[in-house]
């Protein structure tokens, strides 16, 4: 018999990445640290974000990074210079980091160290502007880079990831001078597609606009402590 | 190259379904998707990604029905509700407010399998 039939499943997708991204969030919260998701278009400045901040922060808080720079460890480098574990996560050649790569760094990080032991674990994920905004790994937090060499329009033509994040970095605004772009659109695009990011403008040349950034971080840091967590890993 | 990543999501999905049939293998016919306009998923794209992804498997000859779901944002000044269109922005026609809300458009969702299973393994 060749019965037709039809099951409705009425399934998500992404449930596999889901559960295991609330795994890894799980770990997270037992280990009592802020970790953040850190995503842009290739070259917006992820990296030189991260050197700047580990530099500012590391006299005050205990941090590490998990890497998922897809093609080189130059990323790696750069920040291991500053004295941080640096863990590489293998992405094959995935476009975006997911839940199970980063658990996969995860084990490698604690062969390293206790993560009870941190503050914050950064997430860097690979260059590009669609897709990390889908996947989840745990984080506590997204943060989406914008530079203003990207032009205006970009909020708009990838608001996914703008519509996802809980802050949005506008990067070298050190070269506003000599670009045509308008800030102030750029900011009313991103707050089009989500009203209620945190916005704020920075350069990593420069250092204008880390202390706002850090101040936030410094926010959600107590935000996430002061959270009861409700599963144990 | 996101595309072959939700067909992964896709394919893992289905080897799931597949073993609550087993022993036996369903035949599968079509395979239902919604996708909200609101992802980073373009449908065409997919359905040529499925096509290779299946070929040689036991789901070669699945159709991968798209249905796409249209971005429906909700004014939370007026509650009115209203599909915004990328050229445009994001806020309402009515009063031109953020897009707070989405009612819809964030979908990435297995509707339905429609599929012919054989007749049980006869035993023995
Ligand atoms: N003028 C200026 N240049 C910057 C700034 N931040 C980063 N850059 C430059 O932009 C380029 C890319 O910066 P990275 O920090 O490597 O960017 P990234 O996002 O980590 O890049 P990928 O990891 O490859 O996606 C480098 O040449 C940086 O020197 C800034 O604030 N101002
Ligand atoms: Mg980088
Ligand atoms: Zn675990
Ligand atoms: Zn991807
Ligand atoms: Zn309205």
Redesign the pocket.
């Given at each position: 018999m060749h019965m037709p039939l039809e099951d409705n499943l009425g399934l998500n997708l992404l449930a596999a990445n889901q559960h295991r991204a609330e795994h890894n969030r799980a770990h997270f919260d037992a280990w009592n640290l802020l970790c953040l998701n850190v995503m842009?278009?290739?070259?917006?400045?992820?990296?030189?974000?991260?050197?700047r901040s580990l530099a500012a922060l590391s006299s005050r808080w205990s941090m590490a990074v998990l890497e998922g720079?897809m093609?080189t460890q130059?990323?790696a480098r750069?920040l291991e210079a500053l004295g941080i574990p640096v863990v590489p996560i293998t992405t094959g050649r995935a476009c975006h980091l997911d839940a199970a790569m980063v658990s996969g760094g995860l084990k490698l990080l604690r062969q390293q160290l206790d993560p009870a032991e941190l503050d914050v674990l950064w997430v860097?994920n690979?260059?590009?502007l669609v897709c990390p905004a889908e996947f989840a790994v745990g984080e506590h937090r997204k943060v989406a880079?914008l530079?203003v060499t990207e032009g205006d329009d970009k909020p708009l033509k990838y608001p996914v990831m703008f519509r996802e994040a809980d802050c949005v970095l506008i990067?070298?605004?050190?070269?506003l001078p000599h670009l045509p772009v308008d800030v102030e659109r750029i900011e009313d695009h991103i707050r089009q597609v989500n009203p209620r990011t945190a916005v704020f403008r920075?350069?990593?040349?420069?250092g204008e606009g880390f202390e706002a950034w850090h101040g936030w971080l410094v926010d959600q840091l107590s935000a996430v402590r002061s959270t009861p967590t409700l599963v144990s890993a | 190259m996101h595309e072959v990543d939700m067909t992964r999501c896709l394919l893992l999905s289905m080897n799931e379904w597949k073993q609550q049939h087993a022993p036996r293998v369903p035949r599968v016919d079509r395979v239902h998707l919604q996708v909200g306009t609101f992802t980073c998923v373009e449908p065409d794209q997919l359905v040529l990604t499925w096509a290779d992804a299946v070929r040689g498997s036991w789901l070669e000859g699945a159709e991968l029905v798209i249905e796409p779901v249209q971005l429906i944002g909700r004014c939370l000044r007026c509650q009115a509700t209203y599909s915004p269109d990328p050229e445009s922005g994001y806020r309402s026609p009515c009063c031109r407010h953020p897009m707070e809300e989405i009612v819809s458009g964030r979908e990435l969702r297995i509707r339905s399998v429609a599929y012919s299973c054989p007749s049980p393994i006869p035993v023995g």
């Open positions: 842009s278009s290739p070259g917006a400045g992820k990296t030189s974000l991260l050197e720079d093609t130059l990323d750069r860097e690979v260059g590009n880079l530079s990067t070298k605004v050190d070269l920075l350069s990593a040349s420069s | -």
